[in-house]
Protein backbone atom coordinates (compact mmCIF):
# COMPACT_ATOMS: atom_id res chain seq x y z
CA UNK A 1 0.00 0.00 0.00
CA UNK A 2 1.27 3.32 -1.19
CA UNK A 3 2.54 5.78 1.58
CA UNK A 4 0.35 9.24 2.29
CA UNK A 5 2.35 11.98 0.74
CA UNK A 6 3.07 13.48 4.38
CA UNK A 7 4.26 9.88 5.66
CA UNK A 8 6.56 9.98 2.84
CA UNK A 9 7.40 13.83 3.34
CA UNK A 10 8.82 13.23 7.05
CA UNK A 11 10.67 9.93 6.07
CA UNK A 12 12.54 12.22 3.49
CA UNK A 13 12.98 15.00 5.84
CA UNK A 14 13.96 12.65 8.65
CA UNK A 15 17.02 11.47 6.18
CA UNK A 16 17.97 15.11 5.32
CA UNK A 17 18.62 15.77 8.87
CA UNK A 18 20.57 12.15 9.26
CA UNK A 19 22.93 13.65 6.11
CA UNK A 20 23.32 17.11 7.94
CA UNK A 21 23.89 16.07 11.45
CA UNK A 22 26.28 13.31 9.98
CA UNK A 23 28.16 15.70 8.64
CA UNK A 24 27.97 18.40 11.84
CA UNK A 25 29.10 16.48 14.43
CA UNK A 26 32.04 14.34 12.20
CA UNK A 27 34.20 17.46 13.25
CA UNK A 28 34.46 16.97 17.26
CA UNK A 29 35.46 13.30 16.29
CA UNK A 30 37.97 15.22 13.75
CA UNK A 31 38.82 18.12 16.40
CA UNK A 32 42.34 16.13 17.83
CA UNK A 33 43.41 15.40 14.04
CA UNK A 34 43.11 18.84 13.02
CA UNK A 35 44.46 20.12 16.18
CA UNK A 36 47.67 17.93 15.09
CA UNK A 37 47.62 18.36 11.30
CA UNK A 38 47.42 22.15 12.10
CA UNK A 39 48.98 22.31 15.85
CA UNK A 40 45.64 24.37 16.88
CA UNK A 41 45.03 25.05 20.93
CA UNK A 42 41.48 24.07 22.14
CA UNK A 43 40.76 28.06 21.91
CA UNK A 44 41.08 27.75 18.37
CA UNK A 45 39.46 24.42 17.52
CA UNK A 46 36.31 26.54 19.07
CA UNK A 47 36.29 29.04 16.73
CA UNK A 48 36.79 26.71 13.90
CA UNK A 49 33.32 24.78 15.68
CA UNK A 50 31.57 27.91 16.00
CA UNK A 51 32.27 29.85 12.26
CA UNK A 52 29.92 27.14 11.19
CA UNK A 53 27.34 28.18 13.56
CA UNK A 54 27.73 32.17 12.84
CA UNK A 55 26.62 31.71 9.26
CA UNK A 56 24.01 29.06 10.34
CA UNK A 57 22.45 31.84 12.33
CA UNK A 58 22.44 34.48 10.04
CA UNK A 59 20.28 32.63 7.29
CA UNK A 60 17.68 31.92 9.99
CA UNK A 61 15.47 35.28 9.61
CA UNK A 62 16.10 35.58 5.92
CA UNK A 63 15.17 31.98 5.10
CA UNK A 64 12.07 32.58 7.06
CA UNK A 65 10.91 35.34 5.15
CA UNK A 66 11.78 33.94 2.10
CA UNK A 67 10.09 30.53 2.75
CA UNK A 68 6.70 32.72 4.15
CA UNK A 69 6.88 34.75 0.57
CA UNK A 70 7.51 32.66 -2.11
CA UNK A 71 7.77 28.75 -1.31
CA UNK A 72 9.75 26.90 1.39
CA UNK A 73 10.62 24.27 -1.65
CA UNK A 74 13.56 26.18 -3.53
CA UNK A 75 14.53 27.73 -0.36
CA UNK A 76 15.30 23.85 1.13
CA UNK A 77 16.86 22.64 -2.20
CA UNK A 78 19.28 25.41 -2.85
CA UNK A 79 20.42 25.38 0.60
CA UNK A 80 20.59 21.58 0.64
CA UNK A 81 23.10 21.62 -2.60
CA UNK A 82 25.11 24.34 -1.36
CA UNK A 83 26.21 22.42 1.97
CA UNK A 84 27.11 19.63 0.27
CA UNK A 85 29.18 21.57 -2.00
CA UNK A 86 30.64 23.27 0.88
CA UNK A 87 31.21 19.83 2.71
CA UNK A 88 33.03 18.87 -0.45
CA UNK A 89 35.31 22.10 -0.46
CA UNK A 90 36.08 21.52 3.42
CA UNK A 91 37.80 17.94 2.69
CA UNK A 92 40.54 19.73 0.49
CA UNK A 93 40.89 22.96 2.67
CA UNK A 94 44.54 23.20 2.41
CA UNK A 95 44.63 24.91 6.17
CA UNK A 96 42.47 25.92 8.99
CA UNK A 97 41.47 29.53 7.54
CA UNK A 98 40.17 27.74 4.38
CA UNK A 99 38.40 25.07 6.38
CA UNK A 100 37.00 27.22 8.65
CA UNK A 101 35.63 29.43 5.49
CA UNK A 102 33.67 26.38 3.66
CA UNK A 103 32.64 25.29 6.99
CA UNK A 104 31.06 29.24 7.40
CA UNK A 105 29.48 28.06 3.61
CA UNK A 106 28.09 24.86 4.91
CA UNK A 107 26.84 26.71 7.58
CA UNK A 108 24.90 29.68 5.59
CA UNK A 109 23.50 26.55 3.54
CA UNK A 110 22.07 24.13 6.37
CA UNK A 111 20.89 27.38 7.94
CA UNK A 112 17.81 27.14 5.45
CA UNK A 113 16.56 23.24 6.56
CA UNK A 114 15.44 24.18 9.86
CA UNK A 115 12.92 26.95 8.62
CA UNK A 116 11.79 25.18 4.86
CA UNK A 117 11.34 21.52 6.47
CA UNK A 118 9.28 22.90 9.46
CA UNK A 119 7.22 24.53 7.15
CA UNK A 120 6.52 21.68 4.52
CA UNK A 121 5.85 19.63 7.42
CA UNK A 122 3.62 21.99 9.16
CA UNK A 123 1.47 22.34 6.15
CA UNK A 124 1.30 18.46 5.39
CA UNK A 125 0.81 16.69 8.35
CA UNK A 126 -2.61 16.15 9.95
CA UNK A 127 -2.76 18.32 13.09
CA UNK A 128 -3.96 15.54 15.43
CA UNK A 129 -0.35 13.63 14.86
CA UNK A 130 1.75 16.48 14.38
CA UNK A 131 3.64 16.68 17.43
CA UNK A 132 4.39 12.86 17.02
CA UNK A 133 5.30 13.20 13.01
CA UNK A 134 7.60 16.16 14.10
CA UNK A 135 9.25 14.10 17.05
CA UNK A 136 10.03 11.70 14.54
CA UNK A 137 11.73 14.08 11.74
CA UNK A 138 13.52 15.47 14.56
CA UNK A 139 15.18 11.99 15.73
CA UNK A 140 16.80 12.34 12.19
CA UNK A 141 19.27 14.84 14.22
CA UNK A 142 19.94 12.26 16.31
CA UNK A 143 20.35 9.73 13.89
CA UNK A 144 22.75 11.82 12.23
CA UNK A 145 24.69 12.25 15.20
CA UNK A 146 24.83 8.33 15.73
CA UNK A 147 26.37 8.04 12.07
CA UNK A 148 28.49 11.10 12.33
CA UNK A 149 30.59 10.06 15.42
CA UNK A 150 30.76 6.63 14.90
CA UNK A 151 31.28 6.38 11.33
CA UNK A 152 33.77 8.90 11.80
CA UNK A 153 35.00 7.48 14.50
CA UNK A 154 35.66 3.77 13.01
CA UNK A 155 37.03 5.12 9.66
CA UNK A 156 39.24 7.56 11.41
CA UNK A 157 40.51 5.50 14.41
CA UNK A 158 39.98 1.85 13.49
CA UNK A 159 40.48 1.96 9.84
CA UNK A 160 42.78 4.89 9.22
CA UNK A 161 40.95 6.64 6.90
CA UNK A 162 42.07 10.26 6.09
CA UNK A 163 39.70 12.39 7.86
CA UNK A 164 39.59 14.64 4.41
CA UNK A 165 37.87 11.58 3.16
CA UNK A 166 35.66 11.55 5.60
CA UNK A 167 34.39 14.81 5.11
CA UNK A 168 34.65 13.79 1.38
CA UNK A 169 32.20 11.16 1.41
CA UNK A 170 29.65 13.07 3.79
CA UNK A 171 29.22 16.37 1.32
CA UNK A 172 28.90 14.09 -1.69
CA UNK A 173 26.48 11.98 0.28
CA UNK A 174 24.46 15.95 0.75
CA UNK A 175 25.03 16.60 -3.25
CA UNK A 176 23.24 13.36 -3.44
CA UNK A 177 20.26 13.55 -1.06
CA UNK A 178 19.65 17.33 -2.80
CA UNK A 179 19.12 15.92 -6.09
CA UNK A 180 16.80 13.57 -4.81
CA UNK A 181 14.94 16.06 -2.68
CA UNK A 182 14.40 18.19 -5.90
CA UNK A 183 12.81 15.09 -7.78
CA UNK A 184 10.47 13.74 -4.30
CA UNK A 185 8.94 17.21 -2.69
CA UNK A 186 6.29 18.29 -4.68
CA UNK A 187 6.42 21.75 -6.17
CA UNK A 188 2.86 22.39 -4.70
CA UNK A 189 3.65 20.92 -1.20
CA UNK A 190 2.51 24.26 0.23
CA UNK A 191 0.45 26.99 -0.99
CA UNK A 192 2.33 30.00 -1.41
CA UNK A 193 1.34 32.41 0.78
CA UNK A 194 1.39 36.24 1.21
CA UNK A 195 3.78 37.71 3.71
CA UNK A 196 2.36 38.26 7.24
CA UNK A 197 4.21 39.80 10.47
CA UNK A 198 6.15 37.56 12.64
CA UNK A 199 8.86 37.87 15.21
CA UNK A 200 9.82 37.36 19.12
CA UNK A 201 6.56 38.26 19.81
CA UNK A 202 4.95 35.78 17.56
CA UNK A 203 6.74 33.47 19.55
CA UNK A 204 6.74 34.67 22.39
CA UNK A 205 10.21 35.36 24.19
CA UNK A 206 9.90 33.05 26.46
CA UNK A 207 9.88 30.00 24.23
CA UNK A 208 12.83 31.66 22.38
CA UNK A 209 14.96 32.25 25.68
CA UNK A 210 14.23 28.19 26.26
CA UNK A 211 15.62 27.62 22.68
CA UNK A 212 18.63 29.37 23.32
CA UNK A 213 19.19 28.02 27.22
CA UNK A 214 18.93 24.64 26.07
CA UNK A 215 20.46 24.56 22.84
CA UNK A 216 23.35 26.04 24.48
CA UNK A 217 23.78 22.40 26.68
CA UNK A 218 23.43 20.28 23.67
CA UNK A 219 26.10 22.35 22.02
CA UNK A 220 28.36 22.24 25.18
CA UNK A 221 28.07 18.15 25.08
CA UNK A 222 28.52 17.47 21.34
CA UNK A 223 31.34 20.10 20.09
CA UNK A 224 33.36 18.44 22.89
CA UNK A 225 33.13 15.23 24.53
CA UNK A 226 34.72 13.33 21.83
CA UNK A 227 37.66 15.60 22.90
CA UNK A 228 37.12 15.83 26.59
CA UNK A 229 36.77 11.73 26.92
CA UNK A 230 40.07 11.23 24.34
CA UNK A 231 42.31 14.24 26.31
CA UNK A 232 40.65 13.20 30.04
CA UNK A 233 39.25 10.23 30.43
CA UNK A 234 42.47 8.48 28.37
CA UNK A 235 39.66 6.79 25.86
CA UNK A 236 40.93 6.50 22.48
CA UNK A 237 39.20 8.17 19.45
CA UNK A 238 37.06 5.50 18.15
CA UNK A 239 35.84 5.05 21.91
CA UNK A 240 35.06 8.55 22.89
CA UNK A 241 33.11 8.52 19.79
CA UNK A 242 31.14 6.09 20.56
CA UNK A 243 30.11 6.98 24.06
CA UNK A 244 29.39 10.45 22.74
CA UNK A 245 27.14 8.12 20.35
CA UNK A 246 24.67 7.66 23.84
CA UNK A 247 23.16 10.89 23.60
CA UNK A 248 21.38 10.50 19.81
CA UNK A 249 21.29 6.81 20.51
CA UNK A 250 18.63 7.41 23.33
CA UNK A 251 17.03 10.78 22.38
CA UNK A 252 15.39 8.42 19.39
CA UNK A 253 12.91 6.81 21.37
CA UNK A 254 12.98 9.43 23.82
CA UNK A 255 12.16 11.93 21.63
CA UNK A 256 9.11 10.07 20.19
CA UNK A 257 7.88 9.06 23.36
CA UNK A 258 8.06 12.67 23.71
CA UNK A 259 6.34 13.81 21.34
CA UNK A 260 2.99 10.86 21.18
CA UNK A 261 2.74 12.52 25.34
CA UNK A 262 2.91 16.36 24.02
CA UNK A 263 -0.26 15.32 21.68
CA UNK A 264 -1.96 13.36 24.60
CA UNK A 265 -0.95 15.43 27.80
CA UNK A 266 -0.13 18.83 26.84
CA UNK A 267 3.36 20.53 25.48
CA UNK A 268 4.10 22.50 28.24
CA UNK A 269 3.29 19.29 31.36
CA UNK A 270 6.31 17.25 29.18
CA UNK A 271 8.89 20.55 28.71
CA UNK A 272 8.39 21.45 32.37
CA UNK A 273 9.04 17.94 33.36
CA UNK A 274 11.94 17.50 30.80
CA UNK A 275 14.30 20.30 31.44
CA UNK A 276 15.12 19.57 35.26
CA UNK A 277 16.25 16.13 34.01
CA UNK A 278 18.48 17.47 31.31
CA UNK A 279 20.31 20.05 33.91
CA UNK A 280 20.98 16.94 36.43
CA UNK A 281 22.66 15.21 33.29
CA UNK A 282 24.71 18.07 32.80
CA UNK A 283 25.68 17.69 36.34
CA UNK A 284 26.74 14.49 36.19
CA UNK A 285 28.73 14.89 32.86
CA UNK A 286 30.95 17.48 34.97
CA UNK A 287 31.77 14.63 38.07
CA UNK A 288 34.93 12.94 38.06
CA UNK A 289 34.72 9.24 36.74
CA UNK A 290 33.72 7.94 33.32
CA UNK A 291 31.19 5.70 34.76
CA UNK A 292 29.34 9.54 36.14
CA UNK A 293 30.21 10.91 32.93
CA UNK A 294 28.96 8.38 30.78
CA UNK A 295 25.37 8.24 33.14
CA UNK A 296 25.34 11.97 32.27
CA UNK A 297 25.07 11.47 28.47
CA UNK A 298 22.46 8.71 28.48
CA UNK A 299 20.13 10.94 30.87
CA UNK A 300 21.04 13.84 28.17
CA UNK A 301 19.66 11.50 25.52
CA UNK A 302 16.64 10.51 27.43
CA UNK A 303 15.52 14.33 28.04
CA UNK A 304 17.74 17.08 26.59
CA UNK A 305 17.50 19.26 23.49
CA UNK A 306 17.09 16.62 20.83
CA UNK A 307 13.76 15.69 23.02
CA UNK A 308 12.90 18.86 23.85
CA UNK A 309 13.07 20.76 20.54
CA UNK A 310 10.27 19.18 18.83
CA UNK A 311 7.80 19.88 21.36
CA UNK A 312 8.97 23.32 21.10
CA UNK A 313 8.54 23.82 17.22
CA UNK A 314 4.95 21.66 17.63
CA UNK A 315 4.30 24.41 20.40
CA UNK A 316 5.04 27.21 17.75
CA UNK A 317 2.98 25.47 15.00
CA UNK A 318 -0.15 25.76 17.26
CA UNK A 319 0.02 28.66 17.99
CA UNK A 320 0.98 30.15 14.59
CA UNK A 321 -0.72 31.43 11.33
CA UNK A 322 0.53 29.23 8.56
CA UNK A 323 1.63 32.47 6.66
CA UNK A 324 3.88 33.35 9.71
CA UNK A 325 5.25 29.68 10.60
CA UNK A 326 8.68 29.95 8.41
CA UNK A 327 8.96 33.12 10.13
CA UNK A 328 8.37 31.91 13.29
CA UNK A 329 10.55 29.12 13.20
CA UNK A 330 13.36 30.97 12.13
CA UNK A 331 12.71 33.03 15.50
CA UNK A 332 12.80 29.96 17.12
CA UNK A 333 15.96 28.70 15.76
CA UNK A 334 17.87 31.41 15.51
CA UNK A 335 17.96 31.62 19.27
CA UNK A 336 18.83 28.11 19.09
CA UNK A 337 21.80 28.61 16.82
CA UNK A 338 22.91 31.48 18.75
CA UNK A 339 23.86 29.21 21.63
CA UNK A 340 25.59 26.70 18.85
CA UNK A 341 27.55 29.81 18.00
CA UNK A 342 28.55 30.41 21.68
CA UNK A 343 28.71 27.23 23.49
CA UNK A 344 31.61 25.31 21.19
CA UNK A 345 33.80 28.86 21.47
CA UNK A 346 33.09 29.90 25.17
CA UNK A 347 33.47 26.18 26.48
CA UNK A 348 36.99 26.00 24.60
CA UNK A 349 37.45 29.30 26.43
CA UNK A 350 36.78 28.28 30.02
CA UNK A 351 39.14 25.05 29.53
CA UNK A 352 41.99 26.66 28.04
CA UNK A 353 42.07 29.44 30.64
CA UNK A 354 40.96 26.89 33.29
CA UNK A 355 42.33 23.83 32.27
CA UNK A 356 39.21 21.96 32.76
CA UNK A 357 35.95 21.59 31.05
CA UNK A 358 34.17 21.59 34.27
CA UNK A 359 33.15 25.44 34.57
CA UNK A 360 31.80 25.15 30.28
CA UNK A 361 29.21 22.00 31.66
CA UNK A 362 28.48 23.30 35.21
CA UNK A 363 27.32 26.93 33.44
CA UNK A 364 25.12 24.54 30.91
CA UNK A 365 24.18 22.90 33.60
CA UNK A 366 23.03 26.41 35.54
CA UNK A 367 21.27 27.47 31.72
CA UNK A 368 18.26 24.44 32.30
CA UNK A 369 17.10 26.85 35.70
CA UNK A 370 16.11 30.05 33.63
CA UNK A 371 15.30 27.93 31.01
CA UNK A 372 12.49 26.14 33.31
CA UNK A 373 11.17 29.72 34.67
CA UNK A 374 10.79 30.69 31.01
CA UNK A 375 8.85 27.81 30.54
CA UNK A 376 6.30 28.38 33.60
CA UNK A 377 6.04 31.67 32.89
CA UNK A 378 4.60 30.37 29.00
CA UNK A 379 2.73 27.98 30.22
CA UNK A 380 0.90 30.35 32.79
CA UNK A 381 0.11 33.25 30.04
CA UNK A 382 -1.52 30.61 27.92
CA UNK A 383 -3.42 29.50 30.79
CA UNK A 384 -4.74 32.37 31.73
CA UNK A 385 -5.50 33.33 27.90
CA UNK A 386 -7.84 29.52 28.65
CA UNK A 387 -5.38 27.41 26.53
CA UNK A 388 -3.01 25.16 27.64
Same mark, same amino acid.
Given at each position: ??????????????FG??????G???????????????????????L?????????T???????????R?S?????? +?????????G???????????????????G? &?? =??????????????V?? /???????????? /?????????????? %???????????????LL &??? =???????????????????????????????????????????????????????????????????????????????? /?????G?? %?????R??????????? /??A???????????? #??G????? #?????????????????? #???????R??????????????? +????????????????? =???????????????? %?????S???????
Amino acid at each position: MKLPYYLRLCILLFFGWVVLYAGRTALPVLLPALAREWRLDRAQLGLISSAFFLTYTLAQLPSGILSDRWSPRPLLL +AGYAVQGTAGLGAAWAAGPGAFGAWRAVSGL &GQ =GTYYVTQYALAAGAVPE /GRRGALLAFINT /GMAAGTIVGLMLTA %SLVYARGWHWRAVLGLL &GAT =GVILAALMAVLVRPGSLPRLPAAPAGPAKVGWPLTAAAFLTMYGLYTLLSWTPYYLHQVHGLCGRDAGMWTAIIPALAIP /GGVAAGWA %SDRYGRYPVLLALLPVG /GLALLLAALPGLPAV #VAGLALYG #VAGKLVVDPILVATVTDT #VAPAARGRAFAVLNLASSAAAVA +APALTGWLAEVTGSFVP =GLMLAAMFHVPAWVCL %SYARNSHLRQGTQ
